[in-house]
């Protein structure tokens, strides 16, 4: 059987490793766009803050690991598909033909379309390419502007106060992660930032960039004010790499389209990771949900579908988890809430605590929580589960802070 693995990153990687596990005679080939040892970029702050160095980026620390396991690692980018000759062109020429196909491309940074986006301060903070010259460019007293104030903005405040940077903070919405969280959340997310001297600008947005002497940059607002920087961190947002799949006959939404076996709409053609668009637990549709854990999963199921074994996806949710200078948040499931619903939400400024639970009928649809860690495992485990509460709902609905006593409750019931 002749596998081919369009992506490097986690998913990518992983269901090589699974194939290779379920066929051990099998070619597996894995086709990476960067030149680079297959790499986590979750990794890439940590980089960035000098806590690790490139090598702590990489996947698998053993350099014959790929050897081992007889994987081909092959660098190029691929310019299209063909499902009906069962090929891939990459871009330079080269033809890989595969028996079966997974796609694993992930995400990339939008790219807004302004003008100066290409002088050469601006950057992304994606690839580690990206993170050498951010690292190169940053010293104590360096003036960065970021574009963008979520998630990707977020993960990588602490990083450039690490290295010294004077951080401003530019956001087009009217509060800070606003896709990822509660607008209560999002103030103490905001006011913690700014404790730490960042400057965080709500309802700005770049209109132009120009460069300024010496190499500066200068954005222009839409409210007709400037700021010169020294370098400029695009971090907008990100997209789903398809589009190399138009005229492959593969259906796309905002991602792939794949069923519960992570197949795509062509046959032998699979896809997984940041890329696919599949069964949402907390919502029954199909989204992108691009969180490392969901990748890696995804791509295992992939593999295994692949080789010939039927396993299904159960379906995943919305997980974010994040560490803002030391504060940590995090969202799951349907964090906006369900419509007909019940809600609570509790806020401690003083102790940077805040918790809001969404409530559909009897289970516990969605969750937000600031400073709360201890809380994290539990209610995801409980939104996945779509556990019904019964009488633990009015519990929580007066003392929300009192779910891993609900969460245990339930699951002590269940094994009896």
């Known amino acids: 059987m002749n596998y081919v693995i369009i992506g490097n990153g986690p998913a990518g990687i992983v269901a090589a490793e699974t194939l290779r596990k379920s066929d051990v005679a099998g070619s597996i080939r894995v086709i990476g766009a960067e030149p680079e040892t297959p790499y986590s970029r979750m990794a890439i702050p940590y980089l960035v803050a000098g806590n690790i160095e490139i090598e702590g980026t990489y996947l698998r620390k053993d350099a014959a690991h790929y050897r081992n396991l007889a994987i081909d690692l092959v660098q190029g980018r691929v310019g299209h598909v063909d499902a009906a000759t069962k090929n891939v062109r990459l871009e330079d020429g080269r033809m890989i033909a ?3 196909l997974l796609i694993a491309t992930g995400s990339s940074p939008a790219t807004p379309p302004i003008s100066g986006m290409d002088l050469p301060n601006v950057h992304s903070c994606w690839t580690l390419e990206d993170a050498r010259k951010i690292i190169a460019a940053v010293k104590p007293g360096t003036r960065v502007l970021q574009m963008g104030a979520g998630f990707v903005s977020c993960i990588v405040i602490a990083p450039l106060l690490k290295r010294g940077a004077k951080l401003t903070i530019v956001g087009a919405d009217n509060r800070m992660v606003s896709r990822m969280m509660t607008p209560g959340a999002s103030k103490l997310i905001q006011k913690w930032i700014e ?40 971090a907008t947002g990100v997209r789903a790499n398809i589009g190399f799949l138009a005229q492959s006959g593969i259906e796309t939404e905002y991602g792939i389209l794949v069923d519960e076996c992570l197949r795509t709409s062509q046959p032998d053609i699979y896809a997984a990771g940041d890329v696919a668009q599949a069964r949402d637990i907390a919502t029954g549709g199909r989204t992108v949900n691009a969180i490392q854990p969901n990748a890696v999963d995804q791509g295992r199921i992939a593999a295994l579908n692949m080789a010939g074994k039927v396993v299904e996806f159960k379906g995943g949710i919305a997980m974010n988890v994040l560490d803002v200078c030391g504060l940590v948040t995090s969202s799951f499931g349907r964090w906006w809430g369900a419509d007909g619903g019940e809600h609570v939400e509790m806020m401690d400024e003083e102790r940077w605590r805040y918790m809001r639970l969404e409530f559909k009928d009897d289970v516990l649809v969605g969750a937000t929580t600031v400073g709360l860690t201890q809380h994290v495992g539990v209610l ?32 002590q019931a269940a094994t009896i």
Do not use: C
Request: aromatic share 6%.
């Open 98 to 100: 595969y028996d079966k």
């Open 195 to 234: 404790a730490n001297g960042v400057s965080v600008l709500n309802e700005t947005r770049v209109d132009k960039l120009t460069a300024g002497q010496d190499g500066t940059v200068i954005a222009h607002f839409n409210n007709g004010s400037t700021i010169e920087s020294d370098l400029i961190i695009n």
């Open 380 to 411: 995801r485990g409980l939104i996945q589960a779509q556990v019904p509460l019964g009488e633990w709902k009015q519990t929580l609905l007066k003392e929300p802070v009192r779910v891993m006593e609900a969460y245990l409750s339930k699951a």
